[in-house]
């Protein structure tokens, strides 16, 4: 698992520079206008790359071959980069599906779940709910996870009592990588 997250954390700091590589003004503060596809690019990666960090019960699962759900909620800051990051890809041997609504209710079969709106409601499922600090309702929302900007980096919280309401079991190594409030 060590190794899994050291070849992680390389993949993402390597694609990281590689986009900063080719952002004019990158060295010297990047602008409003490629920082938003930068930020999104880095969250999109981090919803595909949490999956591997987090166990789920399974009966969060319908069948053994059912789909890994990773649901986006209401307005869809990630367009395509989201959609390149999952392709062909798969969690735990099965394959990832991408699905976009308006809003998902209990019952839904998301296991990673991104959106704005409040994720209380979500509270008990086993759904990894990640949302952005500046989410309405405040400071994630009540999600599992919520990102946030720090010194321009993106960077997320975990709130591990929510993982455990939604029994959620989260890795020490991507515990250990979340920033501290």
């Not at 990630?78 to 308006?102: H, K, N, T």
């Amino acid at each position: 698992m060590e190794e899994r997250l050291i070849r992680w954390c390389g993949a993402l700091a390597l694609g990281l520079a590689l986009a900063l590589a080719g952002v004019p003004g990158a060295g010297g503060g990047v602008g409003a206008a490629s920082a938003e596809p930068l930020e999104a690019a880095v969250k999109a990666t981090f919803l595909y790359k949490f999956i591997a960090f987090v166990s789920w019960p399974q009966t969060a699962f319908a069948a053994a071959d059912s789909p890994f759900r990773l649901c986006v909620e209401g307005s869809d800051p990630f367009g395509e980069l989201l959609d390149r990051a999952v392709a062909g890809q798969s969690a735990g041997g099965r394959p990832i599906e991408l699905v976009r609504r308006p809003q998902f209710e209990k019952g839904a079969g998301c296991h990673v779940l991104y959106g704005t709106a409040p994720m209380d409601r979500l509270r008990g499922e086993p759904v990894l709910t990640v949302s952005d600090a500046d989410a309405p309702g405040g400071s994630g929302a009540g999600a599992v996870i919520t990102f946030m900007l720090r010194e321009d980096r993106v960077r997320f919280v975990i709130d591990a009592a929510a993982a455990q309401d939604n029994r959620l079991a989260i890795s020490s190594k991507l515990m250990s990588l979340a920033v501290r409030q």
